[in-house]
């Protein structure tokens, strides 16, 4: 990658992390990037990534461990917990008892609010059981349905918050390139960004 598309990533987080302010983590989605292209993120000074694929997260950290901050955003399966536990800080979608016995890291509970047979995670009323039967839980993370106007996500990461409040949970991640600054709105303390930062709309 060229001096000059690093300087543009570069910009772009800058600019991202301006918008959302000092007290949200901006994690930056590396599910289409390339273990060469991670270089890019470091020199860009990009701090926390997120990847979706235990595999990927492997080989992605034999490279550049101590380069970022790690973090697992992927549906979570219990075979591959224990990579996660060796490499990340934090996993954010959490939906599996089998997964949950596992986990020896911090995790967020992936909260299906949307209804979609298509999405992980669990039903609102399981929230209590989890966080009884699993301390390590420290927040929840939601996706609303895919939309083309921001404001769509609006009352899911609304229901999200509300969720986390009565519940005493002080992490919310919630909100990706599309709607992540409605999610800053709504509360989100970590938000998930990839193609904003590596493939921005034009014009």
């Known amino acids: 990658m060229s001096i000059a598309a690093v300087h ?10 301006e918008k959302v302010g000092p007290e949200i983590t ?5 599910k289409y990037v390339s273990v060469n ?37 992927g549906h979570l399966q219990s075979n591959k917990v224990k990579v996660v536990n060796e490499v990340c800080e934090l996993v954010h979608s959490l939906s ?3 997964a949950a016995q596992r986990l020896t890291i911090p995790a967020l509970l992936e909260v299906n609010l949307s ?3 298509t999405k992980s995670g669990v039903q609102p009323a399981e929230i209590t059981g989890y966080l009884a039967r699993y301390p390590l839980i420290r927040g929840l993370m939601t996706m609303p349905p895919l939309a083309g106007d921001p404001e769509a996500s ?28 409605v999610a800053v709105e709504e509360g ?6 990839g193609e904003a930062l590596l493939r921005p709309a034009q014009g």
């Open 154 to 181: 609006r009352p899911f990461f609304r229901r999200l918050r509300e969720l986390a409040h009565e519940h005493g949970l002080g992490e919310l991640s919630m909100g990706t390139s599309q709607d992540y600054q």
């Open 8 to 17: 543009e990533i570069g910009e772009r987080y800058s600019r991202i992390r």
């Open 96 to 98: 599996s008892d089998s």
């Open 26 to 30: 901006v994690v930056v989605a590396t």
């Open 37 to 73: 292209e991670m270089a890019a993120l470091a020199e860009a000074r990009v701090e926390v990534v997120g990847e979706n694929r235990a595999q990927d997260l492997q080989t992605k950290h034999a490279r550049y461990a101590d380069r970022f901050r790690w973090h697992f955003i």
């Open 115 to 117: 209804g979609e047979v």
């Open 188 to 193: 989100a303390t970590l938000v998930r960004v």
